[in-house]
């Protein structure tokens, strides 16, 4: 396993697009996490998952956004009617709930350009 | 409120000089607390983390960090700087189960 992986690296949409993100985890990572990053900013939380249950979504996440995590492994995040607003950088991050092997990894992201 | 502060928006040092990028947090109960490094259109690369223990920790690439409870902070360090370690960095705690991060520095080492 190489670590997290995220597909498209970069995608450039027309506003009132639909895009949708994927992320695969390292395999033996029960949680999964999407954060955005803007310009300048550190990265903002949006959702997490516990294997299949998405249990915390951010106030960012709006009614355009949806995640998904199908039998508990990859998962994709869509934005329905992207707006310029939107463009960004999404980070994927998978994580354990084991002691010894305790942390967050991240993966390249994807980096969304709205025109 | 759960927060990460970075003081610094960047910091500028020669090559072979230490340096110390700073972050102070804030939230209730023992601190995870985590340093990334981002290069340009990249994601984050993990550096190092407290979770307990010792609180000096070593971690990537020749870095270390201090974590000091009274003074609520976990300052990153490198004894002596490379031009390669310019970068961004962040520097991120644990809270409710997920990461909550500072607004970043911006590393500069000049040759």
């Known amino acids: 396993d190489t670590g997290v992986s995220q597909d498209p690296r970069h995608k450039i949409t027309k506003r009132g697009q639909n895009v949708t993100f994927r992320c695969d985890p390292i395999?033996?990572?029960?949680?999964l996490y999407w954060y955005r990053q803007t310009l300048g900013q550190g990265p903002e939380f949006l959702t997490y998952?516990?294997?299949?249950?998405?249990?915390?979504k951010s106030r960012l996440l709006s009614d355009r956004f949806s995640a998904e995590r199908p039998k508990g492994s990859f998962s994709t995040l869509e934005i329905q009617r992207t707006e310029q607003g939107d463009s960004a950088m999404y980070l994927c991050a998978s994580s354990t709930l084991e002691m010894g092997d305790y942390g967050y990894t991240f993966g390249s992201g994807t980096r969304l350009t709205v025109v | 409120a759960q927060s990460v502060a970075q003081p610094e928006d960047q910091v500028n040092v020669a090559e072979g000089n230490p340096l110390t990028v700073k972050c102070t947090y804030s939230?209730?109960?023992?601190?995870?607390l985590f340093w990334y490094v981002q290069y340009p259109n990249r994601g984050l690369q993990f550096l190092l983390k407290y979770i307990t223990g010792d609180n000096l920790v070593k971690g990537s690439y020749g870095f270390e960090a201090e974590f000091n409870k009274s003074q609520t902070s976990f300052h990153l360090k490198k004894p002596s700087a490379l031009v390669s370690d310019s970068a961004l960095y962040f520097c991120a705690v644990e809270y409710g189960n997920k990461l909550v991060f500072g607004a970043g520095t911006i590393l500069r080492v000049k040759s």
């Open positions: 395999s033996e990572h029960n949680r």
């Open positions: 939230v209730s109960g023992n601190p995870y």
């Open positions: 998952f516990q294997n299949e249950a998405q249990l915390e």
